[in-house]
């Protein structure tokens, strides 16, 4: 099972890390840019999340989370929706000390993306009990209760369908591969004792405390 995320999907979480845009042209055409997270790093069950010691600042990135339902390789965009039928949210957990200077250096980011426990993973539901139309859900991450990220998966800069089509190019797409797809703008440093709520379309699908 591979995680598979999604990279600087929203505009305006782009503008406030000082990311520049990935792609060229319509928002049909771009290619999106993609990282790995290992199986190890997903966290499921409404487990705590425990802040690790080499990092000193751990930041929340809520994201709607696509699972495959079927192999695919080479898959056209037009065919893509049939490789998918239930979503959920998910928080990519990031050290962004250690991103800062994997940066600096330009080195990959595994170590700040691929930590154990930093793919937390919400309850799935059916697309169709949410009205079919992927790029059409609201989503939010309350934090303490208060809400700190907010999206909707139509401001999306490459859509799930696109997403699936150009990441098969290139790789083997499994029954039960994840694809988180992108974190909207808010998000923030997470300290022990926050609890952590994931909304889709007005469900409370995700929880998180950290510990």
Not at 90 to 117: C, H, M, N, V
Not at 151 to 168: A, E, K
Not at 174 to 197: H, M, Q, S, Y
Request: with cysteine; proline share 3%; charged share 25%.
């Amino acid at each position: 099972m591979k995680i598979i995320c999604i990279a600087r999907n929203y505009s305006e979480h782009a503008a406030e890390m000082g990311s520049p845009l990935y792609g060229r042209g319509s928002r049909e055409a771009l290619s999106p840019a993609f990282f790995i997270k290992p199986d190890s790093a997903l966290l499921v069950g409404r487990k705590p999340f425990f802040l690790p010691d080499f990092s000193s600042r751990i930041e929340h990135e809520i994201e709607l989370v696509v699972r495959i339902d079927r192999v695919g390789k080479s898959i056209q965009e037009r065919y893509a929706r049939r490789y998918y039928s239930s979503v959920t949210l998910g928080i990519d957990f990031t050290a962004r000390d250690l991103q800062a200077e994997a940066k600096r250096k330009g080195l990959p980011w595994t170590l700040s993306k691929g930590f154990d426990g930093s793919a937390v993973l919400g309850d799935f539901i059916k697309l169709d009990e949410l009205g079919g139309d992927v790029q059409n859900l609201d989503f939010s991450l309350l934090r303490n209760g208060n809400c700190v990220q907010h999206g909707n998966t139509g401001d999306m800069l490459c859509g799930v369908d696109r997403m699936i089509s150009y990441i098969s190019d290139y790789m083997l797409l499994r029954t039960g591969d994840l694809i988180f797809t992108g974190t909207p703008a808010g998000v923030g440093k997470v300290e022990r004792g926050d609890l952590l709520e994931g909304i889709l379309s007005n469900q409370h699908i995700l929880y998180c405390k950290v510990k």
